[in-house]
């Protein structure tokens, strides 16, 4: 038993609840003698009234029913009164029975009085609750702006409840797809109709906002009701997290605006906590590119399994700083290191690794703008995206890391740019450093994240705040989306399911078309099409039109997360085809945009650069574009076996590219 606090407040609770005993077992007795009582009858009442009620209050103090504070009295502490009284129901036969043989107490009294007991003690409880509440809130929810709320299950019910105590919101109606639903009400709230009816009952009640009260929805049920509010002319507001709104003490916060994430309609993340924990927790890991969209977001996952310190190596300075500043406020217990380093100077590499000895690397340093890459920049493309990440790895190699988690691209499935051909330049070379120093190495693949630098949505923000047009290259091109949250959480889960040598491939879902999120973005910022136009400016230069992910049945494999494939095993790379790749990677000699194309082409034989760009093999000679008639060149692949040609891919389980993505 715990001691409790004889506050003014606890000393109230107790003499009240001393009045109910006096008045349970008094009117119980007297009940007993239909309200008729003689005067040994009466007797017999003031003699075992002290030993009642001293027995019930022992029990009340000891299940702790004076911790609980009365304007906040739920259901459980219905269930403490319930077990308190049960227990003293007990205890009182079997006093009175050891006293002289119960004294003729009538045994009725001893099943009406608890029953009275819990009607008097708990309903006490709540119409106070009831007083406190109502005249707290009664004048704020006056004050509140109408809101309907879409839906009727137990996420409406705790959101109308929060709600309530809210100056900002006065909840007027529920709205629910069941129609057997319609009539009745939660918590004094009438369900007031279906979703179809949302226009008709805004109308009626002069409601301008609808919050999406359905935490389990899909994202086509979450479209459906942007939708509707949308032809209504209605605000549509959802919250984010209702779990983690009703803990937040800025509960009222949480509740925002319709964004595109819940629209795109990703499924919840769930991560292997366990071993995760194994791999991180107690280990110093480093993430180079750790400024970046992904790069940051995987800090901060990381942070959560409480590593023994972080090394952050980012060659940004201020992206550096931003990042750390961010994990020292959320986690003022973690050691940072942020180490401001090029992944191209193996000599600052080695001096990280030989100071701080990571054990798990997670290299997410990368550039990814594809049509920057392809012209002016094709040289620093191969430098950052294939030399850097081929130097973190014989780092890691030399300094007997655990584990090296590389960060790829969907870019890198039969890839027609040139940063897409160095990404998968770097997943071979992986591999074959794999094969050579038995360092464990992980690469995922995945699509674009949703407000990542360099991604479409910051731009179209952009150009919806100018006020349009919103510039998209082509109405039928596609793409992949996955917020950033979640393709880092699925970073870190297949690093720790990988064993080495694997290709993870991301389950991204349906692709989208551009156009489509173009229009979702003007709607959600509140326009139309009249007033903020598209303008189609046709396809870039390395630009597909389809992006490629390899994740069917026919080219990957399932794991045990839902989310996760891997990629199907091929013929590794030889020793010969590593020496080549080498000696080009180690030349500093200027190379020119198309004579990169050109080596590209013939290291990674399923690289297609675009027809309207020169390509320059590695003799000086000018390759004819692909599809054109052209003498075959054969290059040593997979472990000296049979040499193939640049046009031909050395994985066989490649899916052909859609004919619309021919250029």
């Known amino acids: 038993m715990r001691r409790i606090a004889l506050g003014p407040q606890t000393l109230v609770a107790i003499a009240f609840d001393t009045l109910v005993a006096v008045g349970a077992w008094s009117l119980a007795f007297i009940a007993r003698y239909q309200f008729s009582v003689l005067p040994e009858q009466l007797y017999l009442l003031y003699a075992t009234l002290p030993v009642v009620v001293a027995v019930e209050l022992a029990c009340f103090i000891y299940f702790g029913l004076y911790r609980g504070i009365w304007r906040y009295a739920s259901m459980y502490d219905v269930k403490r009164i319930v077990t308190a009284v049960g227990a003293s129901a007990l205890i009182i036969p079997i006093v009175f029975l050891l006293w002289r043989h119960g004294l003729g107490i009538p045994r009725v009294l001893y099943f009406i009085n608890p029953l009275l007991l819990i009607l008097f003690m708990g309903g006490g409880r709540i119409v106070y ?29 705790r959101l109308l409840l929060e709600l309530e105590r809210s100056p900002s919101w006065q909840v007027i109606g529920l709205l629910d797809d069941n129609p057997s639903k319609v009539g009745r009400d939660i918590a004094g709230c009438v369900v007031m109709g279906t979703w179809d009816q949302v226009m008709g009952i805004a109308r009626r009640t002069d409601c301008r906002h609808v ?15 942007f939708d509707l509010c949308e032809k209504a002319g209605l605000e549509l507001m959802v919250v984010p997290d209702l779990d983690q709104m009703i803990g937040s003490p800025k509960r009222m916060s949480e509740i925002r605006h319709i964004e595109l994430d819940d629209l795109l309609g990703r499924d919840e993340v769930h991560l292997d906590t366990s071993g995760l924990s194994q791999q991180l927790t107690g280990k110093i890991v480093m993430v180079t590119g750790a400024g970046g969209s992904i790069g940051s977001e995987l800090c901060r996952q990381i942070a959560r399994f ?41 000599r600052r590499l080695v001096e990280v690794f030989e100071r701080f000895k990571p054990s798990v690397v997670f290299h997410a340093a990368a550039y990814k703008h594809v049509p920057m890459l392809e012209e002016l920049n094709s040289w620093e493309a191969v430098r950052n995206n294939t030399i850097g990440t081929r130097l973190v790895a014989e780092t890691c190699a030399a300094y007997k890391v655990e ?16 940063m ?29 994240v949703l407000g990542s630098s360099g991604s479409v949505i910051p ?74 136009g598209i303008q189609y400016t046709g396809l870039r230069p390395g630009e597909k039109l389809f992006e490629e992910l390899l994740a069917s049945d026919e080219t990957t494999l399932p794991t045990r997360h839902p989310k996760l494939r891997i990629s199907r095993t091929t013929d590794p790379v030889s020793g010969e085809w590593e020496s080549a790749v080498s000696n080009w990677l180690e030349s500093r000699k200027p190379v020119s ?30 390759i004819a574009p692909s599809g054109q008639d052209e003498p075959v060149k054969l290059v040593l ?27």
């Open 459 to 532: 731009k179209f923000r952009e150009q919806i705040a100018r006020g349009g047009p919103i510039t998209v290259t082509h109405p039928e091109i596609t793409r992949y989306f996955m917020s950033i949250t979640e393709a880092a959480q699925l970073v870190l889960q297949a690093g720790q399911m990988g064993e080495g040598n694997e290709i993870f491939v991301l389950e991204m879902g349906e692709p989208m078309r551009i156009a489509d999120l173009a229009r979702d973005m003007i709607r959600l910022s509140g326009f139309t099409e009249d007033d903020i």
């Open 403 to 418: 584990k090296l988690v590389f960060v790829s691209t969907d870019k890198a499935v039969n890839p027609t740019n040139v």
């Open 211 to 225: 919050i999406f009260a359905t935490p389990g929805a899909d994202a086509q049920q979450r479209r459906r009701a």
């Open 637 to 663: 692949v997979a472990g000296g076996g049979e040499p193939v040609s640049p046009n031909r891919g050395n994985i066989a389980a490649l899916k052909p590219r859609p004919e619309s993505d021919a250029t």
């Open 306 to 346: 409480s590593p023994q310190a972080m090394v952050l190596f980012e060659l940004n300075e201020f992206a550096l700083y931003q990042i750390s500043e961010n994990l020292e406020r959320l986690h003022p217990e973690l050691r940072i290191w942020p180490v401001v380093g090029d992944i191209k100077e193996h």
């Open 420 to 448: 897409g051909a160095t990404k998968r330049l770097a997943e071979l070379i992986l591999q074959r450093i794999h094969l050579r120093t038995g360092l464990p190495v992980v690469m995922v693949r995945f699509g674009n």
């Open 593 to 622: 945009d198309s004579q990169v194309r050109g080596w590209l082409r013939r290291f990674v034989p399923e690289y297609a650069p675009p027809a309207d760009l020169e390509v320059i093999d590695p003799n000086g000679a000018r």
């Open 129 to 157: 609750r009831w007083f406190k509440e109502h005249r707290q809130f009664s004048e704020l929810r006056r004050q509140g702006r109408p809101v309907l709320l879409m839906g009727a299950g137990d996420g409406a019910r």
